[in-house]
């Protein structure tokens, strides 16, 4: 059975796990890198890393030391626009934590890396004292995203069914923080 170590990225870390954001947004959303979307995977020292209320997790395959999943957490609510504007009052930033950036690589898919970093991250929340929810928005393409984030939390709106044109065709969730 292969191991994994989860542990909090380092800066030898942040190329690997650059590399397995960007093949994402490209393999498995198909938007390739969007400034105004992906600034923080360029940059995850100045998102991730350098702000004390938030973190960037890694699991690092033990076999060969290399990045095979990643999950971030930061103090930013989401932003209207683009998403409606009574999600952005509802998890307003600063108390607010968000997930981002919980992606997998293919090859190590199916083995519970996403759950184990959001639990990690969850726990990092706690600790914190300061976030009284957690949010995230997820891609329904996303190969296992939709199952994940349904068995950890509950949908708070589906753009492709409560928004009129169907938004940015995200879903929405809030997965409990206690």
Partial sequence: MQ???IRTAAASDLNEARAVMLDTVYRDFGTGYVPRWHADIIDPESFYVVP???TLLVA???KDGTVAATAALDARGPAHPPNP???AERYPSGETAQLRRVYTRPEHRRRG???QLV???LDFARADGGYRSVYLHADP???GAMSLWRTLGKVVCDEREDVPGGGSGVVHFEIPLA
Avoid: G, M, Q, T
Wanted: a positive charge.
């Fill in 119 to 121: 639990e990690e991250l």
């Fill in 3 to 5: 191991k994994y170590r």
């Fill in 141 to 143: 393409h996303s190969p």
């Fill in 52 to 54: 004390p209320r938030h």
């Fill in 113 to 115: 890396l996403a759950r």
């Fill in 60 to 62: 690092v395959d033990e």
């Fill in 85 to 87: 504007r009574w999600l």
